[in-house]
């Protein structure tokens, strides 16, 4: 046993949980400091969804898609868990636990995301997206649920898809889920540091600094999927991978669809000013590195040509530090959210509506501040909308 590693790595989660909780103190003072109301703006409040549950680092939120009416809850460390979802419940079922292959030591690693295959009640299949170690890297596999327990799934069942390297610890990306075309699209970031030293988001021959797409229902011979036809970069005789579907991304943590007309919505996290929300189109190049949101970065002057613009992008004037995608909202219980785009800061805790109906002049919303980080947003097999909040809770948006 090495334990210099093993002293390594706790020194590792150590320093990170440091920084972790110097991010929320900063936060926290930034809180208190404001004139605005601690937690509600307008109609709007946040309200535990499940008061008597905790989660540890929550960071996605799926339901199945076979009106089961359960929610999956995923946990950074590599688990998990299953809820009925009934605001009384005091119960969860591991689902999953992974924590033997999942790296977690680096504040933006474990396990990261999970879809849920679309015939999922058929077939059982779902899929996550974790970081794993020697070597460091992204890891996109395909588990299956237990024959005998829809609450439990077959942990022996691992069908890797993809495996990438990570050259560094942050900028994993995170999300993955199936379009409404039936495609996979995965979520990576452009390898991690700062500033893209690899220049990875330009370049096509890596799969980091990019949203993929893939076919799982087709098996390659070599690789456990195939790719779609109409994917961009088909055929391509440049050596770009094939897989890219969107590039010039610097750390698009949480994507979604907007189940009305299927248009794919993107926060992608920028480097030290802008925090920009995109509407991803096959072949786009999002500007990363050479664009931090609207802006040139790093230079005065740079080729704007050709590269997607932001719908949305804000600064880092307010205490707002990193952007949470999130979703176009289409539940019942909040019609006045009908057809916008609800979005977080993770630090800040603010939280956003986007109304981008007029793409000219899109108008932007603060909902609400609320008192806690935001990893992530998810809805269930309604369309109502919930937050992981990273004090270990899980919320909804109430107007009551
Ligand atoms: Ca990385
Ligand atoms: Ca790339
Ligand atoms: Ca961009």
């Given at each position: 046993?090495?334990?210099?590693?093993?002293?390594?790595?706790?020194?590792?989660?150590?320093?990170?949980?440091?920084?972790?909780?110097?991010?929320?103190?900063?936060?926290?003072?930034?809180?208190?400091?404001?004139?605005?109301?601690?937690?509600?703006?307008?109609?709007?409040?946040?309200?535990?969804?499940?008061?008597?549950?905790?989660?540890?680092?929550?960071?996605?939120?799926?339901?199945?898609?076979?009106?089961?009416?359960?929610?999956?809850?995923?946990?950074?460390?590599?688990?998990?868990?299953?809820?009925?979802?009934?605001?009384?419940?005091?119960?969860?079922?591991?689902?999953?636990?992974?924590?033997?292959?999942?790296?977690?030591?680096?504040?933006?690693?474990?396990?990261?995301?999970?879809?849920?295959?679309?015939?999922?009640?058929?077939?059982?299949?779902?899929?996550?997206?974790?970081?794993?170690?020697?070597?460091?890297?992204?890891?996109?596999?395909?588990?299956?649920?237990?024959?005998?327990?829809?609450?439990?799934?077959?942990?022996?069942?691992?069908?890797?898809?993809?495996?990438?390297?990570?050259?560094?610890?942050?900028?994993?990306?995170?999300?993955?889920?199936?379009?409404?075309?039936?495609?996979?699209?995965?979520?990576?970031?452009?390898?991690?540091?700062?500033?893209?030293?690899?220049?990875?988001?330009?370049?096509?021959?890596?799969?980091?600094?990019?949203?993929?797409?893939?076919?799982?229902?087709?098996?390659?011979?070599?690789?456990?999927?195939?790719?779609?036809?109409?994917?961009?970069?088909?055929?391509?005789?440049?050596?770009?991978?094939?897989?890219?579907?969107?590039?010039?991304?610097?750390?698009?943590?949480?994507?979604?669809?907007?189940?009305?007309?299927?248009?794919?919505?993107?926060?992608?996290?920028?480097?030290?000013?802008?925090?920009?929300?995109?509407?991803?189109?096959?072949?786009?190049?999002?500007?990363?590195?050479a664009m931090e949101g609207f802006h040139c970065f790093n230079s005065s002057d740079c080729d704007e040509e050709a590269?997607?613009?932001?719908?949305?992008?804000?600064?880092?004037?307010?205490?707002?530090?990193?952007?949470?995608?999130?979703?176009?909202?289409?539940?019942?219980?909040?019609?006045?959210?009908?057809?916008?785009?609800?979005?977080?800061?993770?630090?800040?805790?603010?939280?956003?509506?986007?109304?981008?109906?007029?793409?000219?002049?899109?108008?932007?919303?603060?909902?609400?501040?609320?008192?806690?980080?935001?990893?992530?947003?998810?809805?269930?097999?309604?369309?109502?909308?919930?937050?992981?909040?990273?004090?270990?809770?899980?919320?909804?948006?109430?107007?009551?």
């Amino acid at each position: 046993m090495n334990y210099n590693i093993i002293f390594c790595k706790h020194m590792k989660i150590y320093i990170n949980t440091l920084l972790f909780l110097l991010l929320s103190f900063t936060t926290a003072c930034s809180q208190e400091n404001s004139t605005d109301p601690p937690e509600a703006t307008g109609n709007l409040r946040v309200a535990e969804a499940f008061p008597n549950l905790s989660f540890t680092r929550p960071v996605d939120l799926q339901h199945s898609g076979d009106n089961s009416d359960r929610l999956f809850v995923v946990e950074q460390r590599g688990v998990i868990s299953v809820v009925q979802n009934d605001p009384s419940t005091t119960e969860k079922t591991e689902f999953l636990a992974i924590e033997s292959k999942v790296d977690d030591s680096g504040n933006e690693e474990g396990l990261l995301g999970l879809a849920f295959h679309p015939n999922y009640e058929s077939n059982g299949y779902f899929y996550v997206n974790y970081t794993a170690a020697n070597p460091d890297r992204t890891v996109i596999s395909r588990f299956s649920v237990s024959s005998s327990n829809p609450n439990q799934a077959d942990a022996d069942s691992e069908l890797v898809l993809l495996q990438f390297d990570q050259p560094y610890s942050n900028h994993n990306g995170g999300q993955v889920s199936f379009g409404p075309d039936g495609y996979l699209y995965i979520a990576v970031g452009d390898g991690g540091s700062g500033g893209d030293p690899q220049e990875n988001g330009q370049n096509r021959s890596t799969l980091l600094g990019s949203i993929l797409r893939i076919d799982v229902d087709q098996q390659n011979e070599a690789v456990s999927y195939s790719i779609p036809d109409d994917n961009p970069f088909v055929g391509n005789t440049e050596g770009f991978r094939e897989e890219i579907y969107a590039y010039g991304l610097r750390n698009p943590w949480r994507f979604s669809f907007d189940s009305s007309n299927g248009q794919l919505w993107t926060g992608d996290v920028g480097q030290n000013k802008y925090e920009e929300i995109d509407i991803i189109v096959k072949g786009g190049n999002y500007g990363w590195n050479a664009m931090e949101g609207f802006h040139c970065f790093n230079s005065s002057d740079c080729d704007e040509e050709a590269l997607e613009m932001p719908v949305w992008e804000y600064d880092r004037s307010q205490g707002d530090v990193s952007v949470t995608g999130g979703f176009v909202y289409h539940g019942e219980e909040l019609p006045e959210l009908e057809g916008l785009y609800v979005y977080a800061d993770f630090a800040s805790g603010r939280i956003w509506s986007l109304d981008s109906n007029d793409p000219e002049n899109p108008i932007n919303t603060e909902l609400l501040k609320a008192p806690f980080p935001i990893s992530s947003f998810g809805i269930d097999q309604n369309q109502e909308l919930y937050i992981c909040g990273f004090d270990d809770k899980i919320y909804k948006l109430s107007n009551e």
